[in-house]
């Protein structure tokens, strides 16, 4: 909200009035107004004054000229310097170049070299020194920077020259420089490098205090230029330029900008596009009229114009006469006149030049008739705020705003909430900030505003207390994290959910089918426990409702399937069949159903797990029965579903391995086979079954494989085969195809078997293929040994094996 | 051990067995090897028995096989257990292990330590369960002029001599001093093929076609077998169509330069092999209730 304000020249006080009435209005002034010429006097005078600008030494309250040589050298430069004062026209040499009659000499420790500095010269009001870098003596110089301090006695100065940094400008001229008392730096900005050509753009600031250079940009925004005014502006604490020219010789510009050393990096240079320029210039003759915080230019005659930051306005002051800012007899025009302010004695000096024939500068001035004060400005400017009104509540964005005064000027109002700044100076009244309230928490908070003058004073305001409560319509978010949408579920289970808000969940109230399920849950994480068996099985509804304190809400929801199951499995063995005998391996089957869903089928024998549990039908395990001990055992099939439930079905069967190094009883029956395994050997076996039919055929040394039944106890064979085997003996009698062993005495073995080879018989250790066999060998013979051939005994043989 | 019973009832014949029997003491399947890479062989060890004649069964644990190279380098082939009955394998080799990708070269030595020594002695019309002492469990057999080929199989018998291995103590008791001859073996060797080689095949793969890996009943070997057309199969099948997983079969077969074994026979044994035993008739005895026999497994 705005306030109606008085105009601005109302709010300062009656000395100034006229002033700024000028300012305002542009009305020629009738009073102490006018330039008057300043008669020189002093013993030593400068000659040949151009290409430099005039300097305010605040602490010896004296203008500053370093300038030419006195005595009438032949150098056309100089770094002799001297004070003037305006009120008698008094010349004081301050320092005297000990090289006053060499051109361009090199710099010393002890002094610079002459040179053209323009404005590449500065008055630091913090150390009370002059500064210079640069400029030229006939060419660009390289980068140096001395310092020069006195005691305002003639004949007291001294220069210092500073290490160069390994960062700097470089070489320059033409380029314009000004201390700035606010950041305690100086700022350089513009001018051009090596011989007159295209001007930069680069803007530097230095530390005096570290002797650091830091380029700020490259290309600034005011462009490139040269020979422009640079002024630092104590009411605002910031710079102004003006003037100058893009390149050497190029046309002159006006181009107003504003250098605030405060500001973002990227934003410290902004177009002041005030509403009138003042005229182009380039070399204009320039000062800092520090009393009425304004810049004072003098570039045509009879026009002096001053330009104050807070207003934005060039004013052409309406002076009339004056000295002409390019005298008849300066060579290089505005290049050889300059000015300066003079704070203390309130004039604004010209200097003119009687060209290269010599003589010290000619001098005009206007005095405005106001010596200050010493402090200048001890009054504090006065502020309030006026919005919002203390103890309003407020929404949304507000406009935060305060009238501030001065005696002389507000540079600023800066707002404050809480203590911390609410967004950037206002420099320009009426002083308003705007608040988007929803950047800070509901609730009360404090407004302050401090208006600060240029003379560094600041007033804080009363402070405001408001209350911000913001509506907050944003919802929560909310989403269930278990269990997971289509999940199926049993039992009791954690139902769990995430959520979040632009300020807070309140709490997560859990549903079930639209129903609560439990309290609502007022901390991450959200959860609460459902018993499932509570409900019918079928399919459900969670719901997660998450709430802020606004009372915002948003649901999330899964459906899931309840799968309560209370019917056991029913669970049959399906072998072995109870009752029975069993040996060796067998599987163990078992059929198993359920309401829901067979999880799996775990075997066990006498009460221990067999296996693994069978996850799938249909439903078997193996079993060596040689790990269980012969007898009666309790095979067990233990069904389980997916709930839990169990069933367990059992066999009761006999396990009868036969030993492995034990005999045991075997039974042979009317249903036992008996056969004869002879593969190669049918060739000479003309009747098997004849000659193994029964158990009447079975002898001492025979190989047999008996194969018995499992389900008999004590065992039966099955079936009796007669295998090959071998028998060692020594030959006793041989003849074709066949011959008699004698096996060694004692043995199982008859104490003489006749052997019978064919074609199918193989002999192995003998002079040939087909033996022959001697008697008194000592043979191994594989074969089948039969006991009831027509012959007798006789072992047919597949391989005759010649023992040493 | 060693217990003896006589059945005899209302059964027409009976019989009274004598089991000294061996069994399976690894259960592991194993995978044939795979051809082995240039610089690298395959190894078939193979064991066989000579004479022995009082002796009906010998049964002894095999815990570990390793060979030792010519730069004195050991390598443990196998330390799965596998129990070996020696005395049914005279004339009837049996595979005791396949090795894969042994540096190829020449190999010294091959040792073989042994458990677990059992016997049936026949002395004076009976049989005993004896149980000797092992002079030395782990015996070291020097090999001569052995060597592994690069990218090849090659087979080696580890020959039991159980005549010149036992013998008896001043108290009487058995003593078994192993010897042991090695013999290298190719797939030309004469006898040296699985002769009624019982096992479970545990896999039938698809190259080389027909062929299925078996597991031997003793434990540690599982053989690669490959039938062709002039294979016979019996015991119930016909052809190779027959076989399938977890089957018991019987093989004879001769060893190949592979290390699979080309089968002459695969004949289906009993689905359950606790139902089977093989051996030798100690005695057959007659009686007014039947007949009744002793038998020596051995298988």
């Avoid at chain 2, 009274?16 to 082995?36: H, Q, R």
């Avoid at chain 2, 002459?264 to 005895?285: D, T």
């Amino acid at each position: 909200m705005c306030m109606l304000r008085a105009p601005k020249a109302i709010q300062v006080d009656m000395k100034r009035l006229a002033v700024l009435l000028i300012a305002l209005f542009a009305a020629p002034l009738t009073w102490g107004q006018a330039w008057t010429s300043i008669a020189p006097t002093g013993a030593a005078q400068p000659q040949e004054t151009n290409w430099t600008t005039a300097v305010y030494d605040y602490q010896h309250k004296t203008l500053l000229l370093t300038q030419d040589d006195s005595g009438g050298g032949t150098g056309i430069y100089a770094d002799t310097v001297y004070g003037f004062n305006p009120t008698n026209g008094l010349w004081t040499q301050i320092w005297v170049s000990d090289a006053k009659t060499t051109d361009c000499p090199g710099d010393t420790a002890t002094r610079p070299n002459h040179r053209h500095t323009y404005s590449q010269i500065s008055w630091d009001t913090f150390r009370n020194q002059l500064n210079i870098t640069a400029g030229s003596c006939q060419g660009a110089l390289g980068y140096d920077w001395y310092s020069f301090t006195h005691t305002g006695a003639a004949g007291s100065g001294s220069w210092t020259q500073s290490p160069n940094p390994a960062t700097n400008p470089g070489n320059r001229q033409e380029g314009a420089m000004v201390y700035m008392a606010n950041v305690d730096k100086v700022l350089l900005y513009g001018g051009f490098t090596g011989a007159n050509g295209a001007a930069g753009a680069d803007t530097w600031e230095y530390t005096p205090s570290t002797n650091t250079w830091t380029q700020i940009c490259s290309n600034c925004g005011p462009g490139a230029r040269h020979a422009h005014v640079l002024a630092y502006d104590f009411a605002s604490g910031k710079v102004i330029t003006y003037g100058g020219q893009r390149s050497f010789g190029g046309a002159n510009i006006a181009v107003t900008y504003i250098y605030d050393p405060n500001a973002p990096v990227a934003s410290r240079w902004t177009a002041a596009n005030p509403t009138v320029e003042a005229p182009a210039a380039a070399y204009a003759c320039f000062g800092y009229d520090k009393q009425r915080g304004r810049l004072l230019i003098y570039p045509q005659q009879g026009h002096v114009f001053s330009y104050t930051v807070a207003s934005n306005t060039w004013t052409d002051l309406g002076i009339a006469g004056g000295p002409s800012p390019s005298p008849a007899g300066a060579p290089d025009g505005t290049a050889d006149t300059y000015c300066g302010y003079d704070y203390d004695h309130d004039y604004f000096v010209f200097f003119g030049t009687p060209g290269l024939a010599g003589g010290p500068p000619q001098t005009f001035g206007i005095n405005f008739g106001n010596p200050p004060n010493s402090p200048p400005d001890p009054t504090p400017p006065t502020v309030s705020l006026t919005a919002p009104a203390g103890g309003s509540t407020l929404t949304g964005t507000v406009t935060v705003s305060a009238n501030a005064a001065d005696n002389v000027a507000v540079i600023g109002v800066q707002f404050q909430l809480d203590g911390a700044n609410l967004g950037a100076e206002d420099g320009t009244s009426p002083y308003s900030v705007s608040w988007n309230t929803t950047t800070a928490t509901n609730g009360a908070h404090t407004l302050t505003a401090i208006a600060r003058d240029g003379a560094g004073n600041k007033t804080t305001s009363a402070p405001v207390s408001v209350t911000v409560n913001n509506l907050d319509t944003t919802p929560p978010t909310v989403s269930i994290t278990a269990p997971a949408n289509a999940a199926t579920v049993s039992g009791t289970i954690t139902v769990s959910a995430t959520a979040s808000d632009n300020v807070g969940v309140a709490g997560v109230q859990f549903q079930l089918d639209g129903a609560n399920l439990g309290a609502e849950d007022t901390a991450s994480p959200y959860t609460t426990s459902w018993n499932t068996t509570a409900v019918a099985n079928g399919s459900h509804t969670l719901s997660a409702i998450a709430r802020d304190a606004a009372g915002n809400k948003t649901t999330a929801t899964v459906t899931v399937t309840v799968s309560n199951d209370s019917t056991p499995p029913t669970v049959s063995i399906t072998a072995p069949a109870t009752g029975v005998t069993v040996a060796g391996t067998i599987t163990i089957s078992a059929t198993a159903s359920d309401n829901v869903g067979v999880a799996g089928v775990q075997f066990q024998i006498d009460g221990t797990n067999l296996g693994a549990e069978d996850i799938g039908s249909p439903y078997t395990t193996s079993w060596n029965t040689n790990s269980a001990s012969n007898g009666t055992h309790t095979l067990s099939a233990i069904a389980r579903d997916a709930a839990g439930n169990k069933s367990t079905a059992t066999v009761s069967v006999t396990v009868s391995n036969i030993p492995p190094t034990s005999a045991l009883g075997m039974g042979v029956d009317a249903s036992t086979k008996f056969s004869v395994e002879v593969r190669e050997l049918a060739p000479l076996v003309s009747c098997a079954s004849c000659w193994f039919a029964s158990a009447t055929d079975v002898m001492a040394g025979q190989t047999l494989e008996i194969r018995v039944r499992p389900a008999t106890n004590p065992q039966i064979a099955d079936q009796v085969i007669l295998k090959e085997g071998t028998v060692d003996g020594t030959v006793s009698v041989a003849s074709t195809n066949q011959f008699v062993i004698q096996p060694a005495t004692g043995t199982v073995w008859p104490t003489s078997i006749t052997v019978v080879t064919g074609s199918v018989t193989t002999f192995t250790g003998f002079a040939s293929a087909t033996g022959p066999v001697q008697a008194g060998q000592k043979v191994s013979v594989r074969g089948l040994l039969f006991k009831s051939t027509p012959n007798g005994v006789q072992l047919i043989a597949s391989s005759v094996l010649l023992r040493p | 051990m060693g217990k003896t019973k006589w059945f005899s009832g209302t059964i027409l014949l009976a019989m009274a067995i004598v089991l000294s029997g061996c069994g399976t003491t690894g259960s592991n399947t194993t995978t044939p090897p795979p051809p082995p890479p240039p610089g690298s062989s395959n190894l078939t060890v193979f064991a066989t028995d000579a004479a022995a004649d009082n002796v009906l069964a010998f049964k002894v644990d095999v815990t570990s096989i390793s060979v030792t190279d010519s730069s004195g380098k050991s390598t443990t082939l196998t330390t799965t257990p596998q129990t070996l009955e020696l005395r049914h394998l005279q004339l009837a080799p049996t595979v005791a292990l396949q090795a894969a990708n042994l540096p190829s070269g020449q190999y010294n030595s091959i040792s073989v330590t042994l458990a677990n020594p059992e016997l049936a002695v026949f002395s004076a019309g009976t049989v005993s369960q004896k149980v000797p002492t092992l002079s030395s469990s782990t015996v070291s057999i020097p090999l001569t002029n052995f060597s592994l080929p690069s990218g090849g199989t090659q087979g080696l018998a580890l020959d039991f001599d159980l005549n010149s291995s036992i013998s008896t103590n001043a108290s009487g008791g058995f003593v078994v001093s192993p010897v042991i001859h090695p013999v290298a073996v190719s797939s030309s060797s004469a006898g040296m093929e699985l002769v009624d080689s019982v096992g479970q095949i545990s896999a039938m793969p698809s190259n080389p076609a027909k062929s299925f890996d078996y597991q031997l009943m003793s434990g540690a070997a599982t053989a690669r077998v490959v039938t062709d057309a002039n294979t016979v199969f019996d015991g119930g099948i016909t052809s190779f169509a027959n076989l399938q997983v977890g089957q018991y079969v019987e093989v004879d077969g001769q060893f190949q330069s592979d290390g699979t074994f080309l089968a002459k026979y695969v004949e289906l044994s009993a689905s359950n092999p606790g139902l089977r035993v093989q051996g030798v008739v100690a005695a057959v005895s007659t009686t007014t209730t039947g007949t009744s026999l002793s038998l020596v497994v051995q298988d």
